[in-house]
């Protein structure tokens, strides 16, 4: 205990006490927690792909930018105390072990102290906060972060202003991420997310300037297609049979802009788009491997995993035994894996009643369109009867979004009550368990919508006096332009009206949150302002708001990765929204780590993950996704199978997909139409069973194409760099020269105290 402060505000005494370790105490714990030290300096300086290829070509640079004071790079191994006159900086005891360091070690005291029953939980900080014993427990950060003058030498900047002037600014969105410096502050989780997040916008780059292309080509299209002009001047040649019970018939002429609006995303492009965007997502990951092993090796947490991290706190105060590891031989907690396992397949079983519950929402949005569409189709209004259809898929859409989002934060929760019960014993495991869980259920809540219009709408709906019904409803239909754009419709309201929300929410909100915090130490400030001080730093430091990790930030991310590998055949624009949205969020991201939030205590990772291993999945499913959206829901294949039987053009194409209603049908003596390969009497034409068989060969061909091309791309890119891996063998010889056994042991003295980490204490009087 360094420092106890009392400040009293209105009728509530805060009392902020300042902690601190000595030398012997940081000596003691950072060889039992595995922290490493310097060894040798790394002369070599870091760069990405894009400064060296325009250094190649000769085109200035605009992303670099000189951040002052760069952290350097240095061999390192694990702490021995006995060993301590090898390390690089040993003879300073203050600055030998950086802050971040003794964040960790106080932490690590803090987390594994118990202060009631052990066997019922009662250990650590975290536990007390939770309890509201204490109310916060928090490392400082560096001083505030606005800079002094525009005058001050960068020289002399805290590295947190370093950090707001070279990065959370907005001026700062085409430079590069100081990822040395968001590391030295923050930690190598932390930083691990910016570099991903910064890597994957980078990538986003390529992939929206082909899809913009795309899209100008639809447009084109739309202006030379035979097909549209056929349809927009075949006048009263086509009338269609009606689209509900209670319907009239309709010309096909009035489709005319629906119908070329369907060519902006249902284009031979979009197969070109697919093949592109599924070999972006594979070369995407396969080159993140080599930039995290780059980023893991330089940042000294290539071996955490694997030899460093400890059991978390919680797991070692509740596990039942105690088992030897094969590894360390060091005796450690144990929790019996068959229990685990029964836990977890307890967990799964809430996970599918969950998504049963989604897909009881999906269903009853689906009868909400149908339902509000014969609704619409009642009213006397013109323009309501003729897009009555558009309406109801537009407001269900809506309705759609809003689910999702209610349901998301009810499940979160709960899978957080299901993860801490399955008790897994690092929280490398934990996080992956509940990230898992999360993510499973995310994913059938996000994409349930966008799979059952690509998939299953108008499949199923039979044929003109043949009707299939849902329910006593007949079955919902694709529009008159098709099902692909209102795929493109539901992808953009989900995906860009998802993004917008959190955009928001991230911008707004802690600004909301920052001002009430300030505001409830009002009085407070007000007494600083007058008598022209500044508030001491635990004191500023105890109005930011509580740092919420990186979950949510990672699941908006990976969410969108799927919206735009999953779905691309339907939405070209979908990487380019996806590239403006996280230009954005990198910003807001930086933005609220440096300025809003208070400074979380460091977390160490080795890679991204579970997430990496979601992003793989996701690459496979938008393979197969992509194949069967232009093979069964685009128009494509059955334009390519008419133009070889027929000229080679598509004239007479809107004829060749259209069939007559049987004669059993007729209303008012009116022949009508409706989209299909049937006889007068409703049955398969041989065009039909033509069409399937292409289909299904196209999907085989494609998928084995797209991942024999990917499968090279894997063997051809190799996971770890090779200047790497001799790195790595350069640091392991050093490590074993500075550790070895016939070295003398150094005597271990007490210097003065440093200040590290911060409790409150909120108590009533």
């Not at 894009?50 to 951040?67: H, T």
């Not at 509201?132 to 427990?137: I, L, R, S, Y």
């Not at 894996?337 to 969950?354: A, D, E, H, P, S």
Request: hydrophobic share 45%; net charge neutral.
């Amino acid at each position: 205990l360094s420092l106890q402060k009392v400040v009293v505000r209105d009728k509530t005494q805060i009392t902020y006490v300042l902690l601190n370790a000595p030398w012997s105490v940081l000596c003691y714990y950072a060889e039992e927690i595995s922290l490493r030290a310097p060894l040798q300096v790394v002369p070599q300086k870091m760069s990405n792909w894009s400064e060296k290829a325009l250094q190649r070509v000769g085109i200035p640079n605009m992303m670099y930018q000189d951040v002052p004071n760069p952290p350097p790079d240095f061999y390192t191994c694990q702490f021995r105390t006995n060993k301590l006159e090898r390390f690089l900086g040993s003879d300073n005891q203050d600055t030998f072990f950086k802050n971040t360091q003794r964040h960790q070690i106080l932490y690590e005291i803090l987390a594994r102290t118990p202060y009631g029953a052990v066997k019922r939980g009662e250990v650590g900080i975290d536990r007390l906060i939770s309890e509201k014993v204490f109310t916060a427990a928090y490392p400082l950060h560096d001083g505030p972060f606005e800079a002094p003058s525009s005058t001050v030498d960068p020289e002399s900047l805290s590295l947190r202003q370093i950090l707001y002037q070279y990065w959370a600014r907005w001026a700062c969105w085409k430079k590069y991420q100081p990822l040395d410096h968001i590391r030295e502050y923050y930690g190598e989780k932390i930083a691990l997310y910016f570099a991903w997040l910064g890597f994957y916008t980078g990538w986003l780059l390529p992939a929206a300037v082909v899809g913009t292309l795309v899209f100008f080509f639809g447009i084109w299209l739309m202006l030379v297609d035979i097909p549209a002009k056929e349809i927009c001047e075949s006048e009263n040649r086509y009338i269609m049979c009606p689209l509900c019970n209670i319907c009239s018939h309709w010309n096909l002429s009035s489709i005319c802009i629906t119908f070329k609006a369907g060519l902006l995303f249902d284009n031979g492009g979009t197969v070109f788009f697919s093949i592109f965007m599924s070999l972006w997502a594979v070369t995407f990951l396969e080159y993140w491997k080599r930039t995290n092993s780059v980023l893991a090796h330089r940042w000294d947490c290539s071996e955490f995993e694997e030899i460093e991290e400890r059991p978390r706190p919680e797991f070692t105060a509740m596990a039942p035994m105690t088992v030897r590891n094969p590894v360390t031989g060091a005796e450690e907690p144990y929790f019996p894996k068959t229990l685990r396992f029964n836990r977890t397949l307890t967990g799964f079983m809430v996970i599918i009643i969950m998504v049963t519950v989604v897909l009881m929402f999906l269903i009853a949005i689906i009868l909400y369109r149908t339902i509000l569409s014969i609704v619409i189709s009642r009213s006397q209004n013109a323009f309501f009867i003729f897009s009555a259809g558009r309406i109801a898929s537009l407001t269900g859409s809506v309705l759609n979004l809003l689910v999702i989002l209610l349901l998301s934060r009810v499940y979160t929760l709960l899978a957080q009550i299901l993860t801490r019960w399955e008790m897994h014993r690092t929280q490398t495991k934990y996080e992956d368990a509940f990230i898992l869980k999360v993510f499973v259920f995310q994913f059938i809540n996000f994409y349930s919508s966008p799979v059952y219009i690509a998939f299953f709408k108008g499949r199923f709906v039979g044929y003109p006096g043949n009707y299939h019904t849902l329910l006593g409803i007949r079955n919902e239909d694709c529009g008159a332009g098709g099902c692909l754009i209102e795929l493109a419709q539901e992808l953009l309201v989900i995906m860009v009206g998802k993004q917008l929300i959190n955009n928001i929410q991230e911008f707004i909100c802690p600004k909301v949150k920052s001002w009430w915090q300030k505001r409830k130490f009002q009085s407070k400030q007000e007494e600083a302002r007058k008598t022209d001080m500044q508030l001491p730093p635990w004191e500023a430091n105890h109005q930011l708001l509580v740092c919420e990790g990186l979950f949510d930030e990672y699941l908006e991310m990976v969410l969108q990765f799927g919206f735009i590998t999953i779905f691309v055949a339907a939405c070209p624009l979908a990487p380019l929204f996806a590239l403006l949205n996280n230009w954005v969020e990198v910003r807001l991201d930086a933005q609220k780590f440096v300025c809003e939030y208070r400074r979380p205590v460091v977390e160490r990772a080795q890679d991204i993950g579970i997430w990496f291993n979601i992003m793989h999945v996701i690459t496979h499913l938008a393979v197969v996704s992509n194949a069967f959206m232009i093979a069964f829901t685009s128009d494509f294949l059955p334009r390519l199978y008419y133009r070889y039987t027929t000229e080679g053009s598509l004239r007479g194409y809107i004829n060749f997909t259209l069939a007559f209603a049987p004669e059993s049908y007729t209303q008012n003596n009116t022949m009508c139409r409706y989209r299909g390969f049937r006889d007068h009497k409703g049955h398969y034409l041989p065009e039909y069973f033509n069409l399937l068989a292409i289909r299904l060969g196209f999907i085989i061909i494609f998928e084995h194409v797209v991942f024999f091309i990917a499968r090279l791309i894997d063997m051809m890119v190799p996971d770890i760099p090779e200047e790497v891996e001799i790195k790595i063998k350069r640091e392991h010889y050093m490590a074993k020269e500075a550790l070895a056994e016939n070295q003398v042991r150094v005597r271990v003295s007490c210097l003065p105290l440093t200040p590290v980490l911060i409790c409150v204490l909120f108590s009533s009087q």
